[in-house]
């Protein structure tokens, strides 16, 4: 879009209440999107908008692939839908097998599920289950990160280590102490990862000395921390916090509901950054956005425990939902797997990486800019409201009215191209917020 009026609409808005979104303001200022094809979404009167975040980390093959819309049709008329309790069809094996062959080798056992709030919350239900099989109960508190976003529900509440997040909602359900987050100074402005920080791993031995390694279940860590404004797990970090995991019987978990599916280079993070841990969750690119569903990987000894600890003929682990591997997601996703491989997408962005973060981190002597990072295809700045006269929130909407989406978060803007965009098209991502800087900072 070429133009920074706002855009005008006749939809009554009224008895919608918009998720994570200041309501009254996007009503009475609304940025819409009516269409999406390609790299591109459509605004009112069909303009464009360049999609420099894959809608939100969904959809790294660009919209409206046919080859998916065929898959959900087809799936609908042979089988729309049935329980996976007691039930379930051959769809949903043949997608469990194909992530297997994606993920970390031991990551064998999948559990399907509808979202990345919930993968979160299976996995911390199985951590449990695990240890209490080990007839280690006491195994119940949850290690997690300031600044970490592990979803919406209460689950993803009490695991959380962003303040709005929190503060809303009481007492967290869920025993949960938090290490610091891994922003460091010394790391302003540098691609990948930074060369400081690896002992901030040795927060978890802390808390370990603190409340004892027999009371802990897991930590939990997103190895980019994505939602936040992309922090990148400094060298040596998340080794450090396999080992110590390691040392003391807990299970490490990578959330990777933004990582996986190509988004660092490999499949999945920890492919990236050679750290397996011991539960995987992902979601959004798992359909290319198309249809919520997450999964959550397990290895082989955990899958083990708890199956083989009820008896025979009886639910081993009592968890699921109506939704869990409904028939219309696993053929979305199995399409969406398939335009992966055949168009080797996760090279692509791969190959796209270097134009993407060269082209980010020379935003760095813009103006208003604090931070830059970034690493693959997924990268954040931070902005200066003091000096552009708008916070992320106002910066995103200025974008959107020159043609380019990208999410916000607080003062952080976080950018995650499809990795289906041009070379010229990235430039125009990083074009665009250069301009938008330029025209931010004249209105001040
Ligand atoms: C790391 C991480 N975990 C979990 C979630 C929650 O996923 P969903 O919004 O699909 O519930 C998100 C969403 O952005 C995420 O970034």
């Known amino acids: 879009m070429n133009t920074t009026e706002a855009v005008v609409t006749t939809v009554a808005m009224e008895n919608q209440w918009i998720p994570f979104t200041p309501n009254r303001d996007f009503k009475r200022d609304p940025r819409l999107f009516e269409g999406a094809k390609g790299n591109y979404f459509f605004g009112p009167e069909g303009v464009q908008i360049l999609d420099g975040s894959s809608g939100l980390f969904t959809t790294p093959a660009g919209h409206a692939r046919q080859e998916i819309a065929t898959a959900v049709y087809e799936q609908v008329l042979e089988l729309d839908y049935t329980s996976s309790f007691l039930r379930s069809h051959p769809k949903s094996f043949a997608l469990c097998e194909k992530l297997t062959e994606l993920l970390p080798e031991g990551l064998n056992k999948i559990f399907l599920v509808n979202s990345g709030s919930e993968a979160v919350d299976t996995a911390i239900k199985i951590a449990l289950h695990y240890h209490r099989v080990r007839k280690e109960a006491s195994r119940t508190i949850f290690v997690s990160r300031e600044r970490a976003y592990h979803g919406a529900n209460m689950t993803g509440v009490a695991l959380s280590g962003l303040v709005n997040n929190r503060r809303a909602f009481g007492l967290p359900i869920l025993p949960v102490v938090h290490m610091r987050h891994t922003w460091l100074e010394e790391n302003r402005f540098v691609p990948g990862q930074g060369q400081h920080g690896a002992e901030l791993a040795e927060d978890l031995l802390r808390l370990i000395q603190l409340h004892g390694a027999e009371n802990i279940a897991a930590c939990i860590v997103e190895p980019i921390a994505g939602s936040t404004g992309t922090l990148v797990a400094p060298v040596g970090y998340l080794e450090r916090l396999r080992e110590i995991c390691t040392a003391h019987g ?20 920890a492919q990236s950054f050679g750290v397996t841990p011991d539960i995987i969750t992902m979601a959004k690119a798992i359909t290319n956005g198309i249809i919520p569903m997450g999964a959550v990987a397990v290895n082989e000894a955990i899958h083990d425990t708890i199956v083989g600890s009820g008896a025979e003929g009886s639910v081993e682990f009592f968890h699921g939902y109506t939704g869990s591997a409904h028939p219309v997601s696993c053929a979305a996703s199995l399409a ?16 796209l990486s270097g134009r993407f973060l060269e082209g980010l981190f020379g935003l760095r002597d813009a103006p208003g800019i604090l931070d830059v990072r970034g690493y693959g295809m997924l990268g954040g700045i931070d902005i200066d409201p003091a000096v552009l006269g708008m916070d992320g929130y106002g910066f995103q909407k200025l974008l959107y009215d020159m043609g380019l989406h990208i999410k916000s978060t ?6 995650a191209p499809p990795f289906t965009l041009s070379e010229e098209e990235i430039d125009q991502v990083i074009g665009i917020t250069r301009e938008a800087l330029g025209v931010a900072k004249a209105k001040e």
């Open 250 to 269: 807990i299970l490490l978990i990578f959330d990777e509901v933004i990582t996986g599916f190509g988004r660092t280079g490999m499949p999945f993070a």
């Open 336 to 351: 969406t797997l398939g335009i992966y491989e055949r168009e080797d997408l996760f090279a692509r962005g791969r190959k």
């Open 410 to 415: 607080g003062n952080s803007l976080v950018y």
